[in-house]
Structures are given as C-alpha cells and as structure tokens.
C-alpha cells in the first residue's frame, strides 16, 4: 500500500489539527487530477514506461539465459499507455481520499491571490469563492517549456504532459492507417507495395521522433521510445544533462549512442513545417564553430520538446540574441503574485524563497518546482513541505536541508548520483584537493547477454586531505536508483573512503563496485575491473 | 421521476450482462454479501454501510446507474478464485466503485458518507 503522506504536506497539517483548505491549479491540454507533475506527467508515468523498454531489453536477453521466445516480439503502446494511464487515476483517486480522511477541505477552483491572506478560486463553471487564511502555500510547480521562437514549434510539436497521456501508438505511420479500410484484394496489391516503402527512406522517417533537449527528460523520453523500438533522435544545443557530471552525463548518451539514438550535437531547431503526407519537416541549423554554420533538414512523424537550461541575453554565433528563457515554466501566471507583493526572480519567473520557504512576503511561502533555487525533484518538494508544516504548526525548527539531495536518471543505462560532480568539486576545492576513484565494471547479468557494458562506470569524488570525505558518488548501470539510495544515507553521515574501503560489498552485484574502488585518475592507470 | 436508475442483480453473470446493456453509462456498483430471508446479510460491514450508502444516492449524477449486485453466499465469496475477485478485483464487500474508473471505496470506506458523497458528486 503506497504511503500517500509521502505527496501532500497538508494532510501533516491536517493531523496537526490546523484546518487545511487546498486549491489545485488550473489545468492545461490534458485534465490531471490530484497529485502534480510527479503524478500525472512526471516520475510516475516515465518509470513505468522506462520499465517497459527494460523488459524489451530483458526478452532481448532471455534467449541467451535459456528461455525460448517464438516469433519476433512486438510492442503495443495503447497497451502500455492504458496501463499507465489507469494507475496514474488509482493515484489521484487515492490522494483525494486521503484528503477526505484527513479533513482537508478541497476546492476545484483555479486560485489567485486578492490580497496576502485572500484567495479568490474560480470553478470551472465561472462561480467565484473567496477564501481567507492565516497562511497560505504555493506549490504550482512548472509546465514544459515551447521554443516560441520556432516557426510551427507549438502547433505541430509536443512535450512530456502529452507524451504519457497519447492513447495511440507514437509510432503509427499513415501508410499503416491505410491498410485497415482497404477491402482483401486490393490489399494483396498494396502489401507489395508496403514492402517497398518499408525498406524506403520515406517509412523509416514516418515512424521516428526527433526529441529537442538532452536534459533528463529529453533523453529518458528518447530512452524509453527508442526501447519500445521506435526510431528515436535527439538534437542538443550545447551539452547533455546540464548541471549534472559531464562525464557521466557523456557515458550515459554514448551508451544510448551505441543503441542507436541518434544525436544531433551543437544542433538548435529553427522551423517546423507539418508536410501534406502529415510528417513534420524539420529544419535545424548545426553550430560547428562560431563561423561555420549548416543548415540542415529531415522529416520525423513527432518531434517532442524538452528543453533544458535557460541562457538570458546571451551572445550566440557573433551576436547579440535576445535568446527565449528556456528550462520548465513556473506556474505564476494568473496567481497575481506581484501584485501582493510575492517577488518572482527576474531570470527564471520562479517564486523568491528564504531557507524557511517564505517568500518576500511573510505569510506566504512557496515550495517545489515553482520555488527559485530547489531541484526540480519531488521528494525535495515533499519534504520541504512536510517540514513547513510542522514549523507552521509550532511543533518543530527544522529547515529543510537540500544538500547531498541524490537522484537518478532512468535513461536506458540509468545514472545515479549524490553529492558533487566531478568539475563541482574541482572548482570548489581546487583539482589538487580532490581524490577521484573511478572504474569500469561490468554488471554480471550482462556477460551471458553480451551486452555492451563499456559505459558502465562508478566514481566516487574524495577530498584529499585527512580522511578523504566522500564528496560526491556517480554509478551509471542498472538499477542506478535502488544502488545510490543507501549511499546517500552514508554520505549525509560524513562517509569517508577509507569508511567505504572497510565496507564488505554485496556479491555479485554492482553495487559493490563502490566498496571495491581503489583506482584514482591521478595515478592514470587503467580503472577496469578485472575478474571475479 | 428519478434521477438514476436503479438496478439489482445477483451473482456475477448478471452483473455483467446487467453492465453491458449500459455501455457508455456512469455506473457506480455496490457489492454485498447475500442476504437471508429477514433480509439481512451474511457481511456485518455491508449492513452497516448500505443504509449510508442509500443516504448519499439523492447525490447521484442525472442519467447515471446505481447497480446493487448481491455477490453471493459465504463461502462463495471466501474463495480466492471467485470471479469478482479474480476478474473484478474486488477485495472485500462492501465495495463501491465507479465502473471502468479506478474510484472505488472498500469496507470501512463505505461507511463514510462523506465519501461516498465525494465519488458521486465529484469527476
């Protein structure tokens, strides 16, 4: 039974015996109900149609293990997609119950603030509510962002809130639309037909997507599309996973890389164009160098944005660009936030916050992705909301403590990380004042497979001085999440190398590849394991 | 005249047969353990949650369904393998759920009114 006191920190207030009223926000393309991004358009949804292309990978593998599999196995995505879809519902049935039991009154209004302790809500009927409060929280969170700038971006384009909610297969091409109304005969024609066109250029393009961004929601969409068998390209402006290990951060393209995902690097989209055959044209401009520009063309039947990082008044190729923010959205639009005094930064549009979640004014306070300066991840975003509660309530002091915050990429080879990257702690510490372990492993149920490992890779980023705290852990490999959550809770413990060598590891799994490093990059020798 | 319609039906071939003449209706089904002669069930929770269950029915959307399905005898319902548990996925009676949605309330839950109120009044 899931824990839904993990999602809504009202429900602490509510036992803290506080009345509680709650105003979900106003809703976009698709209706969500209760439970946020994370929910409906966010984790939940993403790992589980990650774990479908796992188990793609898994029936890949299974020959090899023994297991006889008849005939070429395919995927289903309204399968799939249903599946999800009806667990995503199960969840905000669940969190509306929840907020039953616990007494939190809940209004399906579209909230705005009258004045700092008013909240005006407008139903989807136009009936007006006003509601007064001692305090009030904001937890609007963010959208995806489109590149207004791209001719046909909106229109012909789409992002991840629409992605999970597709009912039909992303792959459909139009000549296979053709094929259910034709009658028998004229389909024994045709069928030859398709066979061309199969092995044409035109087929391969109609069925692939062109994902714009490599942050991680970019490469976890074109991991699981590409590992649902789909055709899948990415485009990226500069670097992958931004703010993130570079190197690991190259490991983890260079394995989907290796899979096939094509990647456009130093790539920025500039038109979309919807063809009469209802492909999209897309033209792009590859950056080579400040002077050397190529403008460039394809046809995918999707393109998907998933933008990452902003970059404000920048100048780009030789000028001055008055660049588009980039990065999701915060949801502040129509709060009328600076009206009453909420200051909103004025890169990012997200809300001010002090350590405590105030924002500037003094009863109000913000907490997830809407909040300037807190990882866009929702157990941060829950935790900080459990413990404002109990601060708002006079049980505790506590603040939310948002370093050492681990986290995951599920991408095809998944990437799990705590603490600094590598460049982090050089700049921070200086390169002569870091340890670096590394080594590349290769996950025992990969052998029999022969599955590329070549990119399976753990680090582990040491002070150098005196006991050499671990200041930041990187695995890529699978199950990246369940193999860093235990980490984090040493390394919030101050963990050393020294306590990490003297740690007997689990065997065999690749999780002990942490307790086994002893390689350093300063001494240059080769960091594969060898052996058993 | 009345704002939905009310059906009851007994064991699981006529609740669907009961479903499939209504394709395309918002139905909510409550499952309850058989009842004797004198009317009263074999499941203590179910006669104490019908009664708040029937209270909250005034709630119910226009031209929606309210489908009372006695599930059967007691040691039907004991095995695992019954086809509400099986096909259905019912857990224990009483259930209320909204068909084809994931909304439902089990055991305890169907004695809140609030609740109940919640699934029929709510989307």
Excluded at chain 2, 25 to 50: L, N
Excluded at chain 2, 73 to 84: I, Q, V
Aim: hydrophobic share 35%.
């Amino acid at each position: 039974q899931p824990s839904w006191d993990k999602k809504w920190p009202f429900w602490t207030m509510s036992n803290l015996q506080r009345e509680v009223q709650c105003l979900p926000r106003g809703l976009c393309r698709t209706a969500w109900g209760l439970g946020g991004t994370c929910v409906n358009v966010g984790c939940i949804p993403k790992k589980l149609m990650h774990q479908a292309a796992l188990l793609g990978v898994a029936m890949d593998d299974a020959g090899k293990f023994g297991w006889s599999i008849p005939g070429p196995v395919s995927h289903d995505w309204s399968t799939l997609a249903q599946a999800v879809q009806n667990y995503v519902k199960s969840l905000n049935w669940g969190h509306r119950v929840q907020l039953q039991n616990r007494k939190v009154k809940y209004f399906n209004t579209r909230g705005s603030l009258l004045d700092r302790h008013t909240v005006r809500g407008l139903d989807a009927k136009g009936t007006e509510m006003t509601l007064t409060a001692r305090n009030i929280v904001i937890a609007t969170g963010g959208r995806p962002r489109y590149p207004t700038h791209v001719p046909g971006a909106r229109e012909f384009g789409i992002t991840s809130d629409d992605l999970f909610w597709l009912k039909e297969s992303p792959g459909k091409t139009c000549v296979s639309r053709l094929l259910i109304w034709l009658p028998g005969s004229v389909l024994l024609v045709f069928r030859h037909v398709v066979v061309h066109l199969c092995s044409s250029d035109l087929f391969r393009s109609s069925q692939s997507w062109l994902v714009v961004g490599a942050s991680y929601v970019g490469l976890e969409c074109a991991g699981l599309l590409a590992g649902i068998g789909l055709d899948a390209s990415v485009m990226v402006r500069s670097v992958a996973l931004r703010g993130f290990d570079q190197q690991m951060a190259r490991l983890v393209t260079g394995h989907m890389e290796a899979c096939g995902t094509r990647f456009h690097w130093g790539c920025v989209p500039t038109s979309i164009e919807k063809l009469p055959s209802g492909l999209l044209q897309v033209k792009w401009t590859e950056v080579r160098s400040d002077l050397e520009r190529v403008e460039r063309e394809d046809t995918f039947s999707s393109v998907l944005w998933a933008i990452g990082e902003r970059e404000v008044g920048r100048e780009r190729w030789g000028e001055e660009v008055a660049v588009d923010k980039m990065g999701r959205v915060p949801e502040t639009t129509g709060l009328n936030l600076p009206q009453v005094g909420v200051q909103l930064h004025p890169d990012t549009g997200k809300i001010v916050v002090a350590t405590d979640e105030r924002t500037t004014v003094s009863n109000v306070y913000a907490i997830g992705d809407v909040a300037e300066g807190r990882p866009e991840l929702t157990p941060t975003a829950v935790k900080a909301g459990k413990l404002l509660a109990r601060r708002l309530a006079g049980q505790s002091n506590q603040l939310m403590d948002y370093h050492s915050v681990p986290t995951t990429v599920f991408t095809p080879l998944e990437y799990g990380c705590v603490g600094l990257s590598e460049e982090s702690a050089e700049s921070r510490y200086g390169k002569d004042n870091i340890e670096v372990y590394h080594a590349f492993y290769k996950p025992l149920e990969f052998t029999i497979a022969e599955r590329d490992a070549s990119h399976c890779y753990v680090k582990v980023v040491c002070d150098r001085a005196g006991v050499q705290r671990v200041l930041g852990l990187h695995f890529t490999g699978p199950s990246a999440g369940e193999v860093i959550q235990g980490f984090a809770v040493s390394v919030r413990c101050g963990l050393t190398y020294a306590q990490l060598r003297d740690t007997v590891g689990i065997h065999p799994t690749c999780a002990e590849e942490l307790t086994k490093i002893h390689i350093t990059k300063r001494s240059g020798l080769d960091a594969t394991v060898t052996g058993c | 005249m009345a704002k939905y319609e009310e059906i009851q039906v007994h064991g699981y071939e006529e609740f669907c047969k009961a479903v499939s003449e209504r394709r395309g209706k918002d139905i909510f089904a409550y499952f309850s353990g058989d009842k004797d002669d004198q009317g009263k069930s074999w499941c203590p929770d179910c006669v104490k949650a019908e009664p708040v269950v029937r209270g909250q029915l005034a709630h119910l959307p226009a031209g929606s369904v309210f489908l009372y399905c006695l599930v059967g005898a007691r040691p039907y319902w004991k095995d695992p393998n019954n086809e509400f548990k099986k096909t259905l996925k019912l857990t224990g009676v009483p259930t209320l759920l909204r068909y084809g949605t994931p909304q439902k309330l089990v055991e305890e839950e169907c004695f809140k009114a609030d609740l109940v109120r919640m699934m029929f009044t709510e989307d």
